[in-house]
């Protein structure tokens, strides 16, 4: 089918563009089911990207909407910052906008000194309003007026993968969970990657997967994200971006992009799962630094693979389950783009793993992260593949006293903590999830 030009079809409509015309304040989008998705290059102002997401049920709000919804960009509702800007949790009332039910949302803010700016707006806005997915995050809609630029997203309960696995030193996550959210993490990759025009999404890595109250997999943030190849191409060639440890090393070297660079950050974000470091952490001693090059040579061998897997997790995991997890991420990390499983595959690969029944229960156990980055056993030792952390079992009231004593201001003294206690209680009581 031949591409249609943003111009052309609005000729269809048998009136050129209106200079002035006010966009309606729900925004209609094509749909993903037709034949053309438009592009960011179709877009040059406020009223081409209202007429152009016609089918979407993206709502445009006013400025003072959206300060409305946060309290004025109330510091008590900021809930993170990444390169574009602040982000906030915010509400929208009843009756706002026809269609639109009251909820929790929230309100991405663009920085006008920040790392990414309209484009990547821009790019969120045509694809998510666009793709809709179990997988990937909503967005309810967006507000582009004057200097603003703001997304407006549902709001995800547990925030980003990226907090559970780093950042919350309550608990770990538990194996269940993990598969969970590396199942539909995969789901939404393979979505874009087989929608009719594929996507290629540039930017998978932990803290662009958000999860719900459920612990359900989301794909946020599609700022870099491009359209896949087209005809007899094989990639796309673009400037290099995306996050350092997470990047396919062909796409660094050469710029070429093709959905496999995805499966090879898939690979990484697994091996964060199964050992709950980080791609990259500079404040291990050095061989250390670079996940793939430290985990690699462990991950085709039960027993070195033991050696590597997350200590937060206690030993309470599947031992089937994380070799197959294990050899699949070896799999996407392959240097060689071709030899990596399609996305679909991948998906394949892990759901079964769901099922196994072979984890081992026993009582929930604290784990106590070191209170430099150079204490503790972690000092590169082979035994250990330098992995284990001091740990204590059992009771944690007297590790809460001395940690609140050492750091009464963690967020994890807090009721954060006791919602987040209940979530992994109930992941526990229901065992391997849906
Ligand atoms: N829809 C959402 N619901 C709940 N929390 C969110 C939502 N979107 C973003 N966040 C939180 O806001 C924080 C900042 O997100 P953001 O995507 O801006 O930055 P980042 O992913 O940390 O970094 P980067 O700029 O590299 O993507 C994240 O920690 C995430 O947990
Ligand atoms: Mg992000």
Not at 67 to 83: C, H, M, P, Q, V
Not at 144 to 149: A, G, I
Request: charged letters at 25%; proline letters at 6%; hydrophobic letters at 35%.
């Amino acid at each position: 089918m031949p591409e249609l030009s943003l111009r052309s079809m609005l000729g269809c409509l048998g009136s050129r563009q209106p200079k002035r015309r006010l966009p309606p304040r729900t925004a209609q989008i094509a749909s993903q089911s037709s034949p053309r998705r438009v592009s960011s290059s179709d877009i040059s102002s406020p009223e081409d990207l209202s007429l152009s997401v016609i089918g979407s049920n993206l709502h445009m709000f006013t400025v003072s909407e959206i300060r409305d919804a946060t309290e004025e960009f109330s510091k008590r509702n900021l809930i993170g910052k990444g390169g574009f800007g602040k982000v906030y949790k915010g509400h929208v009332g009843e009756g706002l906008r026809p269609g639109l039910r009251a909820q929790a949302v929230a309100v991405k803010l663009m920085d006008l000194d920040g790392l990414q700016g309209h484009k990547e707006w821009l790019a969120e806005v045509i694809f998510l309003g666009q793709l809709r997915h179990p997988h990937l995050v909503k967005l309810i809609g967006y507000c582009y007026e004057d200097q603003y630029r703001v997304l407006v997203y549902e709001f995800m309960d547990q925030g980003s993968l990226e907090k559970h696995l780093f950042k919350w030193l309550l608990c770990s996550l538990p194996w269940s969970a993990r598969l969970k959210i590396a199942v539909g993490a995969a789901k939404g990759l393979t979505f874009l990657h087989e929608a009719e025009k594929p996507v290629i999404y540039r930017d998978f890595k932990a803290s662009n997967i958000l999860l719900d109250a459920d612990y359900q997999a989301k794909l946020s943030d599609f700022g870099l994200a491009k359209d896949g190849p087209e005809g007899d191409n094989s990639h796309v060639s673009t400037r290099v971006m995306g996050t350092a440890g997470y990047c396919a090393p062909e796409y660094v070297m050469t710029g070429h992009l093709t959905v496999k660079s995805d499966v090879y950050s898939f690979g990484v974000v697994l091996l964060e799962l199964l050992t709950g470091r980080r791609s990259v952490d500079r404040s291990r001693p050095s061989r250390e630094q670079h996940l793939v090059d430290w985990a690699k040579p462990h991950l085709n061998s039960p027993q070195r693979l033991g050696r590597i897997m997350d200590p937060n997790l206690d030993g309470r995991y599947s031992a089937l389950g994380a070799q197959k997890a294990a050899a699949l991420a070896h799999w996407c990390l392959r240097r060689n783009p071709k030899s990596r499983p399609l996305m679909r595959t991948v998906v394949e690969t892990l759901e079964p793993l769901l099922g196994l029944d072979d984890v081992p229960s026993g009582p929930f156990v604290f784990n106590v992260p070191s209170a430099t980055a150079d204490d503790g056993g972690d000092d590169g030792g082979d035994d250990d593949g330098g992995a284990t952390p001091r740990r204590r079992r059992g009771r944690s009231s007297s590790w809460d006293q001395k940690h609140k004593q050492r750091f009464p201001n963690s967020s994890i003294h807090s009721d954060a903590r006791k919602t987040l206690r209940n979530h992994v209680a109930k992941i526990q009581e229901e065992g391997t999830l849906p």
